[in-house]
């Protein structure tokens, strides 16, 4: 079962997601579920994946290739993007075009359509950092300093130790060593 966290915290961010994906009891394989988009000097986002890795994988291809904004005209893509908040949006929307898409014959095979995203970065201009978590249905949550994390996948056993080990005030360096074990758990 996949596990993804990304940890925000006043001196950075850290997003983590491990590899494992499977298609059956005897069908395990590795995928990269965490992917990294950076143009130096104008934004740099990473958004990990969790649930069916189709799902997954033609979103991210959708946010790549982009869609076309009706009311512009304008093809939209995740790096395209002027403010984390309208990437969020678009992933949400890409969420929604896959669901118009296959939504029905998953529905047919009995298959639940479950998908989710972590995504954070900045984009130039930005309010700075953000994190957000992005449901199968497209709409989102963000990350606060009351709460400076969220997970997706299988994550009871590794909320306790951030919920007992991260603040918004906690060392980055930190940080990224409570989510490895987060991740270990």
Aim: proline share 3%; hydrophobic share 40%.
């Amino acid at each position: 079962m996949t596990y993804c966290c990304g940890i925000l915290v006043r001196d950075g961010l850290v997003m983590i997601a491990d590899t494992r994906t499977n298609a059956g009891l005897d069908n395990v394989s590795t995928f990269r579920k965490l992917h990294v988009y950076e143009k130096p000097g104008q934004y740099v986002m990473a958004i990990a994946s969790a649930g069916n890795l189709s799902l997954s994988q033609t979103a991210l291809s959708i946010l790549n290739e982009g869609f076309e904004n009706p009311e512009t005209g304008e093809r939209e893509t995740l790096t395209n993007a002027p403010t984390m908040f309208q990437a969020a949006q678009r992933i949400g929307r890409a969420l929604r075009i896959v669901h118009n898409m296959d939504g029905g014959a998953l529905e047919q095979a009995d298959v639940k359509f479950d998908v989710s995203f972590l995504f954070g970065g900045q984009v130039k201009g930005g309010r700075g950092l953000r994190l957000f978590m992005i449901y199968a249905a497209g709409n989102f949550i963000e990350c606060t300093s009351d709460t400076p994390y969220l997970q997706i996948g299988e994550h009871k056993y590794g909320k306790p130790i951030l919920d007992r080990a991260v603040t918004y005030a906690t060392d980055l360096y930190d940080a990224l060593k409570i989510g490895l074990l987060s991740m270990d758990s």
